[in-house]
């Protein structure tokens, strides 16, 4: 029997959720579909985020990333405010360890001042009385930067996509994907059959892989990059008092390692960003021989490899080593101590590679007819997804 839907959306996620509770909700009166491969939702990069909501200041203006930042923030902060969501605005430093990190982060206070985010350059005294232990000679404030639990975020979303008659359907992988004159066929591990009028691919992981599966030819590749954390023992907990960053590399939109107070308590410290041995690599000995393969013979993987292999080294060796670990979050907090730091569980980031060699940098999203691919949404995804979801339910009730 094939189980007819108006939109499937591929993913249970927080992009997807957020997508169908758009949809689902929009004046249309539509059905909508969510098929998500585990057992729950938000099992991927969402349930592994470190819930932090960012502010929009790192990002290009006018940007996808920027826009969909800026307003998802605030959608995001309504929402869990309406629903009793456990979330809080507390402020985050970027800090300049030395003169020659100003000039970047001059460059990263400008952006945020054009993207509307509330910020200011800060000298040492001030930087100390935020946060007593951190060091460096000048830092940016963001007040508005803040904490939130993306799986309570999830949970609820879920909830209210099922209210609202939408179906969310777990344990279901998609492995055939066939677009006909006026509908989409879609095939899933179960034996399950369905027709839809769109689907929304939102697989995070493996989005190429189920663009491919519809037909699309992006021109990127999935590479996951796994990103392993620490949290600070208990009696450590004093030497944060909200978020601490460094400035960031601008040639890659990875964040450096920092120090986040989390909304269940604790501080988590990290990540690195090393190549993952699968694309749910949460583990150093997780190994997909055949994905592994797929990231190491990609002529982009390849072609970044070559041109920033010593920065990939550095990050493989505080994979292996906590005290290089401890060494790069010291630069940001002296008295930061390997006595000091407990294993923590790893997220892995769906990275998109160009086959250019470059990191695709803002989010990427491509229509193949009736099929709307997400490809690229990494960080701050989580805090942009209810803008993101609104902004892909106008396009398909276009």
């Not at 007819?4 to 579909?33: E, F, Q």
């Not at 609202?164 to 279901?172: H, K, P, R």
């Not at 989580?382 to 009730?397: F, R, V, W, Y």
Request: hydrophobic fraction near 40%; proline fraction near 5%; include cysteine.
């Amino acid at each position: 029997m094939i189980e007819k839907t108006d939109t499937l959306v591929i993913g249970g996620g927080i992009v997807g959720l957020a997508t169908a509770y758009h949809l689902i909700h929009s004046r249309k009166k539509r059905t909508v579909t969510v098929l998500e491969k585990e057992q729950q939702l938000a099992a991927h990069q969402t349930g592994n985020n470190s819930g932090v909501l960012h502010s929009g200041i790192y990002y290009k203006p006018g940007s996808l990333k920027a826009v969909n930042c800026r307003q998802g923030k605030r959608a995001m902060e309504k929402f869990c405010a309406q629903e009793g969501i456990n979330y809080e605005v507390c402020g985050k430093v970027i800090v300049a360890l030395d003169e020659n990190e100003l000039p970047a982060l001059h460059r990263i206070l400008e952006r945020g001042k054009a993207n509307g985010v509330k910020c200011r350059l800060i000298g040492r005294h001030e930087l100390s009385d935020l946060e007593p232990h951190a060091a460096g000679i000048a830092a940016i404030h963001v007040p508005e930067a803040g904490i939130v639990d993306y799986r309570q975020v999830c949970q609820i979303l879920g909830e209210k996509i099922s209210a609202a008659g939408g179906q969310i359907m777990t344990g279901e992988e998609v492995k055939f994907i066939t677009p006909t004159r006026g509908s989409v066929s879609v095939q899933t591990s179960s034996g399950k059959d369905f027709s839809a009028t769109h689907v929304v691919n939102c697989a995070g992981l493996y989005s190429d892989r189920i663009a491919d599966l519809g037909g699309d030819r992006p021109p990127l590749k999935i590479v996951p990059f796994r990103g392993e954390y620490y949290e600070l023992s208990k009696s450590a907990h004093k030497l944060v008092n909200n978020l601490i960053y460094p400035v960031p590399d601008p040639s890659f939109p990875f964040l450096g390692v920092h120090f986040t107070r989390m909304i269940g308590g604790g501080v988590e410290c990290g990540p690195n960003a090393v190549l993952a041995f699968a694309r749910e690599g949460y583990g150093k000995l997780k190994i997909n021989p055949a994905e592994l393969i797929e990231s190491l013979t990609y002529p982009g993987f390849l072609k970044l490899a070559a041109k920033y292999w010593r920065t990939g080294a550095g990050e493989m060796w505080r994979s292996f080593s906590k005290r290089a670990f401890v060494k790069a979050l010291s630069r940001l907090v002296p008295a930061i101590s390997s006595d000091h730091l407990v294993p923590a569980p790893s997220g892995v980031r769906a990275q998109a590679i160009g086959s250019d060699g470059s990191m695709v940098d803002d989010f990427h999203l491509s229509k193949n007819g009736r099929i709307l691919n997400v490809c690229n949404a990494p960080s701050p995804a989580a805090t942009a997804a209810l803008n993101i979801g609104k902004m892909i339910s106008g396009d398909i009730s276009g």
